[in-house]
C-alpha cells in the first residue's frame, strides 16, 4: 500500500520569504502522480500544483515549484515571494497512474504554514 | 453552478440518528470521490463513483456507510445509526475522465457533528 508522510506539522515565514515544505512517500509503483494541495479554513482543498513521475522536470505554477525526486520517494514545495494568503494547511498527495486502480487520492497528514507580515 | 457543491454545509445529529450528505459534481464531470477528513489531519478515501458506478467503495468504514449515484450526477452520502466517531469534514470531489492526470476539484465540505 502507499503512503504519503510529512513530518512538519507547522512551518513559518516571514513575508516575501521563501518556504520550502517537505513531502516523502512510499510506493513500488513506477508510474503515478504527485500533487500539493492547498486548505484554507474554508476547507476547500485547492489544487496548487501536480507532478507526473514519468517526467523529470520538476513542476513550476508561478511561486509554486516542486523539487521532485524520484529515487528518493521524495516531493518538497518551494514557495517563493511568500504571501499572507499563502496562509493555510498544506496537504502532499499521490495518486495511482495504474489502469485497474480507482485513482483515489492518498493525503499526507498536512503541513500549517504560517505567514508573518 | 461552476463548482462541486456540498449540503449542507453543517450538520448536527444526535447519536444513533441517521444522515445524508449531499454532493453535487461539477457538470459532466465522470469520476467523483468521497473522502473523510478527521479533525487535524488529512482527507481519507472513501469511495469513487464512475458514472453511477461505484468501482470502489474499500474506504467505507463500516457497513453503516453507504453511498449512491443513482443517475450519474448527484451523490448522496448516508450513515445510518451515527456514532461519535463519524464526526468529521466529509469532503466531495470530481473530476472530467478517469484516466490521465485529471485533477480531483474538490467541494466545501460538509462538517458533521455527533452529540
Known amino acids: 500500500a502507499q503512503t504519503v508522510t510529512q513530518s512538519q506539522p507547522e512551518m513559518s515565514v516571514q513575508e516575501a520569504e521563501t518556504v520550502t515544505l517537505s513531502c516523502t512517500y512510499d510506493t513500488s509503483e513506477s508510474d503515478y502522480y504527485l500533487f500539493w494541495y492547498k486548505q484554507p479554513p474554508s476547507r476547500q482543498m485547492i489544487l496548487v500544483i501536480r507532478?507526473?513521475?514519468?517526467?523529470?522536470q520538476n513542476a513550476t505554477e508561478n511561486r509554486f515549484s516542486v523539487n521532485f525526486q524520484k529515487a528518493a520517494k521524495s516531493f518538497s514545495l518551494k514557495i517563493s515571494d511568500s504571501q499572507l494568503g499563502d496562509a493555510a494547511m498544506y496537504f502532499c498527495?499521490?495518486?495511482?497512474?495504474?489502469?485497474?486502480?480507482?485513482?483515489?487520492?492518498?493525503f499526507g497528514s498536512g503541513t500549517r504554514l504560517l505567514v508573518r507580515p | 453552478g461552476a463548482g462541486v457543491s456540498q449540503s449542507p454545509r453543517y450538520k448536527v445529529a444526535k447519536r444513533g440518528q441517521d444522515v445524508a450528505l449531499r454532493c453535487d459534481p461539477i457538470?459532466?464531470?465522470?469520476?467523483l470521490f468521497w473522502y473523510q477528513q478527521a479533525l487535524g489531519q488529512g482527507p481519507e478515501f472513501l469511495t469513487y463513483f464512475q458514472n453511477e458506478a461505484q468501482l470502489d467503495k474499500s474506504g467505507l468504514p463500516s457497513d453503516r456507510f453507504f453511498a449512491e449515484r443513482p443517475e450519474g450526477s448527484v451523490s448522496t452520502l448516508k450513515i445510518q445509526r451515527t456514532q461519535q466517531e463519524d464526526s468529521a469534514v466529509y469532503l466531495c470531489?470530481?473530476?472530467?475522465?478517469?484516466?490521465?492526470?485529471?485533477?480531483?476539484?474538490f467541494g466545501d465540505g460538509t462538517r458533521l457533528s455527533i452529540l
Open positions: 457538470s459532466g464531470h465522470v469520476s
Open positions: 470531489a470530481s473530476s472530467l475522465a478517469r484516466f490521465g492526470n485529471q485533477p480531483q476539484h
Open positions: 498527495a499521490y495518486r495511482s497512474a495504474t489502469l485497474d486502480s480507482s485513482y483515489k487520492l492518498i
Open positions: 507532478q507526473e513521475a514519468y517526467k523529470q
